[in-house]
């Protein structure tokens, strides 16, 4: 296995950014002459060694897109759990992040904090990415309100609720609600609700529980397509 894994915006030519190389050089203490993978974020990738610059030394590879791709969409919650939820679902193969403002949401963004935030949260995700060896970079989005999230999902969203069946991956987009719930109105909305087990969790828990199910469906680790 290759040493690490990193992004690059031209495989032809593929060179780091500073930040990527300070981190493999300091942080991960590679040498000359290591082998890593490099990839475009969007399934192509090769090997390299490791050097200023880095030196290809395979042809450039493509991963088909993974099928059916997966949307876990959560309510902001307070201080850094966003960020936890983001990274966790990131290694876990989620390919669409969607954070919301729900009814019940403590968490409210104003539109100058919420465009900062948003680009720390896909910087966090394109770490988490290379650390899990992802070849495909997941989208994460703007911070939206509910109604225009599930507008924009569409067919095969399902909201997270206790009193849910089992998920399965004729739905592959789970919406998880704030800490005090989902509103009256947010549960009319039509979308049929998915169970994640029979305790109450967390908002960032319910999340990265919803993100561990879909992946090990698409894995076919557990259950079957329905």
Request: aromatic share 4%.
């Amino acid at each position: 296995m290759a040493a690490a894994h990193a992004f690059v915006v031209d495989l032809a030519a593929p060179e780091l950014t500073d930040a990527d190389r300070h981190h493999l050089e300091r942080v991960l203490r590679l040498r000359p002459g290591d082998e890593i993978t490099v990839s475009d974020g969007a399934g192509s990738w090769r090997p390299c060694r490791f050097g200023a610059p880095l030196e290809p030394v395979g042809d450039v590879s493509r991963e088909p897109a993974p099928d059916p791709p997966l949307t876990v969409g959560f309510a902001l919650t307070k201080g850094q759990r966003p960020e936890l939820t983001v990274q966790k679902l990131t290694e876990l193969g989620v390919d669409r992040i969607a954070p919301f403002v729900a009814a019940r949401t403590v968490v409210r963004w104003d539109p100058d904090q919420a465009a900062a935030h948003v680009e720390r949260l896909r910087r966090l995700a394109r770490e988490a990415a290379m650390q899990s060896r992802r070849v495909w970079l997941p989208e994460v989005e703007q911070v939206r309100d509910f109604a225009t999230v599930v507008d924009a999902i569409g067919a095969g969203a399902c909201l997270a609720d206790r009193a849910g069946g089992a998920p399965a991956l004729s739905r592959p987009a789970v919406l998880v609600g704030p800490e005090g719930g989902w509103s009256d109105d947010e549960r009319a909305c039509g979308l049929p609700v998915v169970g994640l087990g029979r305790h109450v969790l967390r908002a960032e828990t319910a999340a990265v529980a919803a993100g561990v199910v879909l992946s090990a469906l698409r894995a076919g680790l557990i259950g079957g397509p329905d």
